[in-house]
């Protein structure tokens, strides 16, 4: 059964860093994309940053480049977001999403980690 | 503003049948590529429901099906059901944007 967990989210002030992780299982964690998509509040959900298979490609979304860097480790199962200079439009629930291998979805999602930026 | 604009609510009574509208640009929908659908549960995690535009995963009932044609797509849903309640998003490929995955503003499906 593929497994995604998220964790590392919480409350952080404005301008703050905070590193999100996702524990991945069930699967062949080293032969997928993998990608961070987040909802703020009462909102839609926006993709925020994906990464190749070998973490030689990565992509981002205009509103996080320079901020956030996506990673990942395939000996340990592990992605990872680390997100820098935080802003209060960054609040939001952080999902961590495997990469459908022949679409360009999301074919499994994580259960999310909240991520509140205010003072 | 979301890429791809969808009603923010839709309803129907038990057993009937609802559509959700998806509609996109000549960048994304109109440029050929696939749109999916999520339902997300009250509380819990975004699930894949319709992928390539109208291929169920396994697990999810006939009663959803999906289509696509020129610059949008939909999602019907026949025989609701109370536990059809839930917000549906669509999602796309857009080759203008840096972001390359987009999605729809999502819907409130409520049934009465």
């Known amino acids: 059964e593929v497994q995604l967990v998220e964790s590392g989210g919480g409350l952080v002030q404005p301008g703050g860093s905070l590193r999100l992780s996702c524990a991945a299982s069930?699967?062949?964690?080293?032969?997928?994309?993998m990608s961070w998509v987040r909802q703020a509040p009462g909102k839609g959900l926006e993709w925020v940053a994906n990464?190749?298979?070998?973490?030689?490609?990565?992509y981002y979304v205009d509103s996080v480049k320079g901020r956030f860097t996506i990673s990942r480790d395939n000996a340990k199962n592990s992605l990872y977001l680390q997100m820098n200079s935080l802003r209060a439009e960054d609040t939001a629930v952080y999902y961590c999403?495997?990469?459908?291998?022949?679409?360009?979805?999301?074919?499994?999602w994580g259960q999310g980690t909240l991520v509140t930026v205010s003072s | 503003q979301s890429v791809l604009t969808q009603p923010p609510s839709v309803s129907g009574a038990p057993g009937q049948r609802v559509t959700i509208s998806c509609t996109g640009s000549?960048?994304?929908?109109?440029?050929?590529?696939?749109v999916h659908w999520y339902q997300q549960l009250p509380g819990t995690a975004p699930k894949l429901l319709i992928y390539?535009?109208?291929n169920r995963p396994s697990g999810v009932p006939d009663r959803f099906s999906g289509s696509k044609s020129g610059t949008s797509a939909s999602l019907a849903i026949t025989g609701l059901q109370a536990e059809d309640e839930a917000d549906y998003y669509c999602?796309?490929?857009?080759?203008?944007?840096?972001?390359?995955?987009?999605f729809g503003g999502g819907t409130k499906l409520t049934v009465l």
């Open positions: 999403a495997r990469d459908h291998p022949d679409y360009s979805n999301y074919d499994y």
């Open positions: 069930g699967f062949t964690f080293s032969s997928y994309w």
């Open positions: 990464i190749k298979q070998d973490g030689s490609e990565k």
């Open positions: 000549s960048s994304n929908i109109g440029a050929g590529y696939d």
């Open positions: 390539g535009n109208s």
């Open positions: 999602q796309s490929y857009d080759s203008s944007l840096s972001g390359f995955r987009v």
